[in-house]
């Protein structure tokens, strides 16, 4: 979910509430806070805190909660994800450790570090290295399985093959999605189980059609809807997430606000494709 922010800069957590609200009432079976498209970089961890206990008031336990608690800190993420825990989290999304392109052998020992640090609260694993610089192996994550609480991986490396690897060695233990939503269908098709979606801001219900298509072995359907919502999917990462989003949710009538330096609003060009593409988009 993307984070709103005020005029003033400030998150506005009234404005989060109703869109949290709002993306359940789309299809969304679960919500994830602060995380890439929500800006956690340039979060403070009390804004997180904030935000998270805003949003669970809002939703009253309607959908899970999946707090973002990574760090390239280990220390920090420990922290964090103890409390994600104490706020009540369903779940915390772990980002391989950015900037310091730590080792396997390292990237094993950070995750190992967070997943004991709350051993009760389930683990999504997202690798995503064309932000953090370094990939978390298949082989890594096989023998991350024996924390328990490891369950599930975002999978954001731009590739199948990833959700290929991590099939073969991990079976039905691991709970992959796909973390880009033009790949969703694809991924889905070789063991994804769903996605971790940007687009679903702007398309949740057809989303939510589409995997459930593939899911109940209407493939014609699920390819049609994934054709149809594929200019969506191109035009919300023509340039860095969640420029693009935030743009488009204001022109749906969500005032998210403008993201944080040093990320910049969209470009006219952006808004214009956003534009054209919003009112192509048919409902299902």
């Known amino acids: 979910m993307v984070t709103p922010f005020r005029a003033d800069g400030a998150v506005d957590l009234e404005l989060a509430a109703r869109l949290a609200e709002h993306l359940v009432a789309q299809g969304s079976d679960g919500l994830v806070l602060c995380g890439t498209t929500g800006e956690s ?17 809002a939703l009253a ?49 950070h995750v190992r570090a967070v997943a004991a640090a709350a051993p009760e609260l389930p683990l999504m694993l997202y690798n995503i290295p064309g932000r953090t610089g370094c990939s978390l192996a298949p082989d890594t994550v096989a023998r991350l ?26 079976g039905q233990r691991l709970a992959i999605y796909s973390g880009d939503d033009a790949l969703t269908l694809p991924m889905l098709a070789v063991g994804a189980v769903g996605v971790v979606s940007v687009a ?19 493939n014609s359907e699920a390819l049609a809807l994934h054709e149809q919502l594929l200019p969506l999917f191109k035009a919300l990462f023509c340039t860095t997430n969640p420029v693009p989003v935030k743009a488009a949710l204001e ?13 910049l609003p969209a470009e006219p060009d952006v808004r214009q ?12």
Request: with cysteine; hydrophobic share 45%; charged share 15%.
């Open 200 to 218: 679903s801001h702007l398309a949740g219900p057809q989303i939510r059609a589409m995997v459930q298509a593939f899911l109940a072995g209407e």
């Open 61 to 109: 336990g309607r959908a899970p909660l999946l707090a973002g608690s990574g760090s390239n800190c280990t220390a920090e993420a420990v922290e964090a994800t103890r409390e994600a825990a104490a706020l009540g989290a369903d779940g915390a999304l772990v980002v391989v450790p950015y900037y310091n392109k730590p080792p396997q052998d390292g990237l094993e020992a």
């Open 41 to 57: 970089p340039t979060l403070s961890w009390r804004e997180q805190h904030q935000l998270f206990a805003a949003v669970k008031e």
């Open 145 to 170: 399985l024996d924390c328990p609480n490891v369950i599930s991986f975002k999978a954001a490396s731009g590739t199948t093959e990833e959700v290929s690897q991590l099939r073969a060695l991990c």
């Open 273 to 284: 494709r956003l534009h054209s593409v919003l009112a192509a988009l048919r409902p299902t």
């Open 251 to 263: 022109i749906a009538g969500w005032p998210v606000g403008a993201p944080r330096l040093p990320l």
